[in-house]
């Protein structure tokens, strides 16, 4: 029995050996696979999120609705409206309180000629605050738009574009 051990001792001890490298290797693919696929996620919701234009961590997105209770509703970058108008809420958020007592909201309709200023609208802000609604940015035409806050000064603080449709 001593000399079946001595002899296959190493033989056994080397299969075991092999196993283990080969199920190590097996877990480490599987661990790559898994890093692979959370980078492709993370691709797409940068395209995601890509629609909107933050600049110093400040963002401009859009709602159908901002509820008196603090719910954005129906956050998207595409709107239906009907074929007389409709209107949507833009959301901004700042990386830091915005610092100023009023903004401007721009609406500029883009095209293959450039971009039109369609409307221009004063909004009264807390200077202490980093979240922001603007609401009942209408439209009236389908197209797309670049939705832009700026400070008094002129200075833009984000901007956004959004997809009209009529309904």
Same mark, same amino acid.
């Given at each position: 029995?001593?000399?079946?051990?001595?002899?296959?001792?190493?033989?056994?001890?080397?299969?075991?050996?092999?196993?283990?490298?080969?199920?190590?290797?097996?877990?480490?693919?599987?661990?790559?696979?898994?890093?692979?696929?959370?980078?492709?996620?993370?691709?797409?919701?940068?395209?995601?999120?890509?629609?909107?234009?933050?600049?110093?961590?400040?963002?401009?997105?859009?709602?159908?609705? *901002?509820? $008196?209770?603090?719910?954005? &509703?129906?956050?998207?970058? !595409?709107?239906f409206i009907k074929k007389k108008g %409709?209107?949507?809420?833009?959301?901004?958020?700042?990386?830091?309180?915005?610092?100023?007592?009023?903004?401007d909201v721009r609406l500029e309709r883009?095209?293959?000629?450039?971009?039109?200023?369609?409307?221009?609208?004063?909004?009264?802000?807390?200077?202490?605050?980093?979240?922001?609604?603007?609401?009942?940015?209408?439209? *009236?035409? $389908?197209?797309?738009?670049? &939705?832009?806050?700026?400070? !008094?000064?002129?200075?833009?603080?984000?901007? %956004?574009?959004?997809?009209?449709?009529?309904?």
């Amino acid at each position: 029995m001593q000399k079946f051990t001595k002899n296959y001792g190493f033989i056994l001890a080397l299969f075991v050996s092999i196993s283990l490298i080969l199920a190590c290797g097996d877990k480490k693919e599987s661990t790559s696979e898994k890093e692979t696929t959370k980078k492709e996620e993370t691709k797409s919701e940068t395209k995601t999120e890509s629609t909107t234009t933050t600049s110093g961590g400040n963002q401009l997105y859009f709602v159908e609705q *901002y509820t $008196s209770d603090g719910q954005e &509703v129906g956050k998207s970058t !595409k709107f239906f409206i009907k074929k007389k108008g %409709g209107y949507i809420t833009a959301m901004l958020r700042t990386g830091q309180p915005i610092g100023v007592g009023s903004v401007d909201v721009r609406l500029e309709r883009e095209s293959v000629d450039g971009s039109e200023i369609i409307d221009t609208q004063p909004y009264d802000v807390s200077p202490d605050k980093s979240y922001f609604f603007f609401d009942k940015i209408t439209f *009236y035409k $389908s197209g797309d738009y670049k &939705v832009t806050v700026f400070k !008094k000064d002129g200075t833009p603080i984000a901007s %956004g574009t959004v997809e009209i449709e009529f309904e």
